[in-house]
């Protein structure tokens, strides 16, 4: 056992000489390990410049390590095996390394023994020159600019911080890798990391990279204010500013103590130009390749994905969470849960201020909150100021998405977008005592869907709320349906929400039907209020209708929704408007729970009769 008390150890080199390897640059040991109140400053190694320890128990208290170099792994402190390493009040800065600037930890590669690192206390990191830092040399390292966990154990606790650290590839601040990787942050902070280069590369974790099955459980303390920059160059990309999950059996969990990811963002360099691809998604945390992430208690809030260039709906996405590959087309089964907590202040410069979902992703939320109030809202550029589905699905089990705004003369889906574009389908599903309250859509002159734009699937069903949202200069106050979606109502109200003017649709506006495929159906307990009436659009022949699939329980004449032509020849003698659907045969109750706007030329009373099992438009004098 050594015992180091009050020490300074500087200036020195490891080197390969005969039997011996060119580690532990300041101080290489095997047996027990105790340092109190040292210092290890501006020593070089292979691996681990200022400290290398194998096995056994290692513990640093009060110490500083300072401008420590490895040539490989671990600027400040390499540790394998069996080394159970903790480390309270002590300063690592400007340690440099290919991986872990200040710290790798790794799993003996001859056996199954595992290296444990606790932190209490303490700062890895600082400004400027006392940034640890990670840098790729070659097709080589850049991971985890403070630390690098490789299929061992991290606890960050007692109000460590790991803050302003850089790395070139992965993890800014920490990098946690492998299937026998685990990592626990239960306080503290990890603040004000990067990851940047300068040439095309996929780059990832500004704060924290958690990689090929590895597992981060996130119990309280805050990543804030970390960065992942995107080069100025061709196919670079820019993923998950705060974290980024991926690959199978990787998992990241948010719970406990009110765990805060705040003011992260990923973007690009300056000097790219428009025949540039670059990617910049997941501001506050990016999950893909199969990976997962729950959420069931925290905040995640003031995230920004900053526009990249090049790549349409792909860029710019996920303000506050982006799910699934990224590629648009490929299919990932990457899953987020979200079971509490709140999503809120975010910004996506495209799509999914909140949250986008993309490459057959899926998205759950059984509770919890979007949005919350106008202070609190997320914002799109374009598409979904809430949740925007670009490819895969969203499923709304309970919660609220409420306040956030899509932007721009294109913005649709104030609450929700769900994408209908070539290959990529947005499936949108609405359960239980959701609500879609107060969003705002700010398309003009075209589908906005204040509160949900569906262009390929959605359904609704339950006690679900869609009230008080609106397209100022659009169509479908409440819900907007294209000409291409897939449409059922089996229970929910749509109330309060308000279009541009009537003919747009306060409540829901329903696009042409292109084809066979496309529906617009109701049943059950559906409540569309009197003041929300539903625009049936047409054009030439191919013309709006909606189909009644179940007996219509609503008996309140409130909740009857007045049903509105989208232009005057819409209106004519005859235009089947109400249909029955499946093995459902029409009544008369469910079509006099159906009123009509007067229109037509000159204007007209309308009314709608059951003739030959359909409900037709006829005047009513």
Not at 17 to 39: E, F, N, P, R, W
Not at 366 to 377: Q, R, Y
Not at 442 to 447: D, V, Y
Not at 550 to 564: A, E, I, K, Q, R
Request: with cysteine; glycine share 18%.
């Amino acid at each position: 056992a050594l015992t180091m008390k009050n020490c300074t150890v500087s200036y020195n080199t490891a080197e390969t000489s005969g039997i011996s390897s060119a580690d532990g640059g300041g101080i290489y040991a095997q047996g027990k390990l105790a340092m109190t109140v040292c210092t290890v400053k501006s020593n070089m190694a292979k691996t681990g410049g200022g400290i290398k320890k194998d096995n056994d128990e290692f513990t640093m208290t009060n110490c500083t390590l300072t401008n420590n170099v490895a040539t490989t792994n671990g600027g400040g402190i390499f540790t394998m095996g069996t080394c159970d390493f903790t480390m309270a009040d002590c300063t690592l800065t400007g340690n440099k390394a290919k991986n872990g600037g200040a710290i790798y930890a790794g799993k003996n590669t001859s056996s199954t023994q595992l290296a444990t690192v606790t932190i209490n206390g303490g700062a890895i990191g600082g400004t400027g020159a006392d940034a640890n830092e990670a840098s790729k040399s070659g097709t080589d390292g850049g991971s985890g600019g403070g630390i690098y966990i490789n299929n061992s154990t991290l606890k960050l606790q007692n109000n460590a911080k790991v803050i302003g650290n850089k790395a070139s590839v992965r993890g800014g601040g920490i990098y946690v890798g492998g299937t026998d990787a685990n990592f626990t942050m239960e306080s503290g902070e990890i603040s004000s990391n990067t990851v940047t280069i300068t040439e095309s590369a996929e780059i990832q974790g500004g704060g924290v990279c958690v990689i090929d099955g590895a597992k981060f459980e996130m119990k309280g303390g805050s990543i804030k204010n970390n960065t992942v920059i995107a080069a100025a160059a061709d196919n670079a990309k820019a993923r998950g500013g705060g974290v980024c999950v991926s690959g199978s059996g990787s998992t990241f969990i948010m719970k406990d103590g009110n765990p805060e990811i705040i003011n992260n963002k990923v973007t690009k360099a300056d000097g790219s130009n428009s025949s540039m691809k670059i990617t910049t998604i997941g501001g506050g945390i990016y999950v893909w390749d199969n990976a997962k992430f729950e959420m069931q208690q925290g905040t995640i809030s003031g995230n920004k994905a900053l526009k990249g260039s090049g790549i349409n709906y792909f860029t710019g996405a996920g303000g506050g969470v982006c799910v699934g590959g990224g590629a648009g087309y490929t299919n990932d089964t990457a899953e987020f849960k979200m079971s509490g907590g709140t999503i809120s202040k975010n910004e996506a410069s495209s799509n999914g201020g909140g949250v986008a979902v993309m490459s057959k992703a899926q998205f759950t939320m059984t509770n919890g909150t979007i949005g919350g109030s106008e202070a609190d809202k997320n914002i799109s550029g374009d598409k979904g100021g809430g949740v925007a589905v670009l490819h895969g699905t969203f499923e709304m089990q309970n919660g609220t998405v409420s306040y956030n705004q899509a932007t721009g003369s294109s913005g649709a889906g104030g609450g929700v977008y769900g994408m209908n574009f070539n290959s990529n389908k947005g499936s949108i599903i609405i359960k239980g005592s959701s609500s879609i309250s107060n969003n705002t859509a700010m398309s003009s002159g075209t589908l906005a869907g204040g509160g949900i734009d569906g262009s390929y699937k959605l359904t609704i069903e339950g006690d679900v709320k869609i009230m008080y949202n609106k397209a100022p200069k659009g169509f479908g106050g409440g819900i907007a349906c294209s000409q291409d979606a897939q449409v059922e109502l089996k229970g929910c109200t749509v109330e309060g929400n308000t279009a541009k003017e009537l003919q747009y649709g306060h409540g829901v506006y329903i696009s042409y039907f292109d084809n066979t495929n496309t529906y617009f159906k109701m049943s059950g307990n559906t409540k569309i209020h009197k003041d929300n009436n539903v625009v049936l659009g047409s054009i030439g022949n191919k013309r709006a209708f909606i189909t009644v699939t179940g007996h219509l329980s609503v008996n309140d004449p409130n909740y009857y929704p007045s049903l509105t032509m989208n232009t005057i020849s819409g209106y004519f003698s005859s235009r089947v408007v109400v249909k029955s659907g499946g093995s459902y045969t029409l009544q008369a109750s469910d079509i006099s729970k159906f009123k009509v706007t007067p229109g037509g030329t000159p204007q007209k009373n309308w009314k709608i009769v059951l003739e030959g099992g359909v409900g037709k438009l006829k005047t009513d004098p």
